[in-house]
């Protein structure tokens, strides 16, 4: 799981009460693992933020 791909994820999004980023995505212990040490290529939860989506898809 890239960590660049966090930022254009529909599931990290911004908490205005602690004024950071969270991912919605519950992690089970294996998946964080994987996560902080780099062995999964992409995450299985990521989802392209695309606003435009809808839009094309109603063209």
Do not use: K
């Amino acid at each position: 799981m890239a960590a660049e791909n966090c930022d254009t994820c529909v599931n990290y999004v911004y908490d205005e009460d602690d004024e950071c980023y969270y991912c919605l995505m519950d992690l089970d212990e294996d998946e964080m693992y994987r996560f902080l040490t780099g062995d999964q290529r992409e995450c299985p939860y990521y989802r392209l933020d695309d606003e435009y989506g809808v839009v094309r898809h109603q063209l």
